[in-house]
């Protein structure tokens, strides 16, 4: 299974996960927010920001139609069209977006909704495209952002197999090369048990590509468990408080949860490592208290060794207990104070 590379940076099985700090709508159209939560994410560990690129009329139309109204989740009752519009980032604050992430070292890309946005960006030379969930059927778009041969990271949210099946194709066949499939279930918040974290590693298999996770739900419980099932990449919502409004905020993670996140799965990074069965550094130096066979009470010359004075204890000074059967009934060489190792010598 081949990694995708962005930015010089390998994301796959066997690299270091890649975690991505979803802004959203957490700017809340204010430019020195957008800043501030770069700088944040900067500094929590992100490697990356991503944007997203649209308008309210390249995703949908302005319509009083009921069939333009979201019926459930959060946003329930609200027109797509203004939902949008209270949402969406202003294109001219993201060439200078990426200036900033370049200087604080960490990649920038975005989501695009639409050709233009796939145009606008390749200006900004973006080192990646995000696909969201709900775009993945828009077989034209996908071909285009494929025509870039940019790594393009794919959200499976609601996609039946079939459907990934279909995107694949049409990225393929469109000349795009790298593919980074993630898990998501398209719910806001998402609750674990809908979840299915054991998909991860069907879905690896099943496509022969690196894949992570999209994470709608609140902690980062849900994140460290896919790290520990094979997720390669993890793109969680960030935003400076939850307590204030916006249309995003009330699942998005904060700084200081973002950044025990970070720490939590670069610690499962280290704790994964790989199949062995050797000993490691630290196990050596705790072996010798392991069980073996001792005197636990003392012995005359010619005494039998009985359940009651060799017993299996620590340390592993002694026989291994391998040997108890072939001790017992047997007569001491010697006398024997308790506390000694037994050892062959030691039995006539």
Known sequence: MRAITIHGREVGPGHPVYIIAEMS?????????AVRIME????????????QTYTPDTLTIDSEKDLFRIRE????????????????????????????????????FSSPFDASAVDFLETLNVPAYKVASFEL??????????ATRKPIILSTGMATKEEIEEALRAIGKAGGGEVCLLKCTSAYPAPPEEMNLRTLP?????????VGLSDHTLGSEVALAAVALGASLIEKHFTLSRGVPGPDSSFSM???????MVKGIRTVEKALGRISYELSEKEAESRPFRRSLFVVKDMR???????????????GNGLHTRHLGEVLGKRAARSVDRGTPLSWDLIA
């Open 202 to 210: 069907d879905l690896s298999e099943a496509f022969g590509v690196p």
């Open 301 to 315: 010359a010619g005494d039998l060794f009985t359940e009651e004075n060799v017993r299996s204890i620590r340390p």
């Open 40 to 51: 944040a994410a900067k500094e929590a560990g992100a490697d990356a920001v991503k944007l």
């Open 254 to 260: 904060e700084p200081a949860e973002f950044a025990a």
């Open 137 to 146: 059927v828009d077989l034209p778009l996908l071909s285009r952002i494929a």
């Open 73 to 108: 989740t959060i946003w329930k009752g609200v027109k797509l069209y203004d939902l949008y519009r209270e949402a969406y980032m202003p294109w001219e604050w993201q060439p200078k977006l990426k200036g900033i992430a370049d200087r604080l070292g960490m990649d920038l």
């Open 25 to 33: 709508a957490n700017h809340r159209q204010d430019f020195d927010t």
